[in-house]
């Protein structure tokens, strides 16, 4: 068994967009918008608003719509100009899936993924206190798919080209990659603003949302990761350690060394004993 570490969900490039982590050690998974924040236009009042969106994108719930398995309002964390915008809602903890771009080289190690091993998800949250967010970020481990079953491109470029969609189809649809898989299969198909080529991970029961986000510390990352060369992690002086965590993470990282995976479930078990 191995296991995968991937960086998920809103990070600095999305402006005032964050994921919190509250004073107890719960958090919430902010994703990130449907479509690119450079992209967007502006309107004169400054709300972004998607009601009028592109028809194919209406598939996507808002971020006002999202439910917090913490019984939160997500308006209570997501500013205004936000809340009617689209989301990428993935990974989804509910159905437990996650889906992505192998062909991307950030996130070509997904490709090694089968049946037994495990993705980790890794996000970055800031603190929220009193009300509003501080400056003090950190990256944390939030949940992980035990992998059931993997989807890749041809398998779902077959499904909707075919247009027939199998009962194991059902178990991925509430995937941000699928969900205008049947009712707009054209658009699912095109090359730049569709989704062929997506991969879709399928999780078993025994996944998880974890109740209490796990610090990933310099201490960690050092106990569990090598660099892309299988060499011991660098820590220059002249780079927040925040900053390289997330230059190491920005692309999926393998774990399969036995000792460094039960360090890293050890860690956990800290902040989840139900883990």
Sequence with gaps: MKIELINV????SHGSLKSPIFKD??????????????ECPHPP??????????????????YRELKSPNGRDFSEFIPEMYLNMRVHNDPEFNTFTYGDFPSNPRASNL?????GDQLFFLARLVDWRNGRFTSNAGFYLIGFL??????????????????????DFEKISRNAHMLSAKKYPDFWMEDHLGWYGSWVFLGSEHSQRLNFA???TRYLADKTLLDAKGRNL?????QTELRRIGSYTRSCRIIKDPIRIEK??????KYNPNF
């Design 9 to 12: 969900g809103v990070n600095t």
């Design 25 to 38: 050690g719960t958090f919430e998974f902010v994703p990130i918008p449907a479509c690119d924040l450079s």
């Design 45 to 62: 009042n400054g709300i972004h608003d998607c009601a009028n969106c592109t028809e194919e994108y209406t598939v996507f719930p808002t």
């Design 111 to 115: 490709r090694k993924l089968e049946k």
């Design 146 to 167: 035990a992998i059931e079953r993997v989807f890749n491109e041809d398998m779902l470029s077959e499904m909707v080209i075919s247009r027939e969609y199998s009962a």
């Design 214 to 216: 796990v610090p990933f």
């Design 234 to 238: 660098v820590w220059p002086s002249n």
């Design 264 to 269: 890293l479930y050890e860690e956990i078990r």
